[in-house]
């Protein structure tokens, strides 16, 4: 074993390193090249290969389009539905308010409290006279009535 690490030192030694510049430089020079009289040959089958590309890519970009403006129109009505359920939300909660300050409102107690306070007094008998007092059942026969009422001045 320790003969192979010597053998192993050895080798590593006696390879010399290669330098990094070798030979003489290679030295590029410029040639114009005059192409002006070269024609150049239509090709139909490339042609043909390319017309098909073209309008496969246009179909591709086509599907594309059309999933990305349906994908943005989706996001857009969910904002719009949002918005209306908050706003329909707004407005049921403004009903229940209106709805409560109506039967306030019409509370006989609050009703009769303020007759009393601009100095109204319940009727008397005989006062009041129903003019709705319609049948229950509207397809019963209803006898027709009119009462005449003269007023004379004095």
Known sequence: MA??????????RGRRRKPCWTG???IYFAKPIDNSRLVKLEDPRRGREM??????????FLLVM??????FKAIEYGYK??????????????????R???????????I????????????QAGQVIRMDSAPLDASTPV???ASISVVSLP
Not at 3 to 12: L, R
Not at 51 to 60: D, E, K, N, P, T
Not at 81 to 96: A, D, H, Q, V
Not at 112 to 123: C, E, F, I, S, T
Request: glycine share 6%.
């Open 3 to 12: 003969a192979a690490a010597v053998a192993m030192q050895g080798a590593v």
């Open 24 to 26: 003489t430089p290679e």
């Open 51 to 60: 017309r098909q590309f073209g309008i496969a890519l246009g179909c591709l």
């Open 66 to 71: 059309t999933y990305t403006w349906q994908h």
């Open 81 to 98: 539905i949002e918005f209306m359920k908050s706003e329909r939300n707004g407005l049921t909660e403004l009903n229940r308010t209106l």
């Open 100 to 110: 409560l300050e109506e039967a306030s409102l019409r509370s006989p107690d609050r």
């Open 112 to 123: 009769d409290r303020l007759a009393r306070q601009y100095g109204m007094q319940p009727p």
């Open 143 to 145: 006898m027709a009535s």
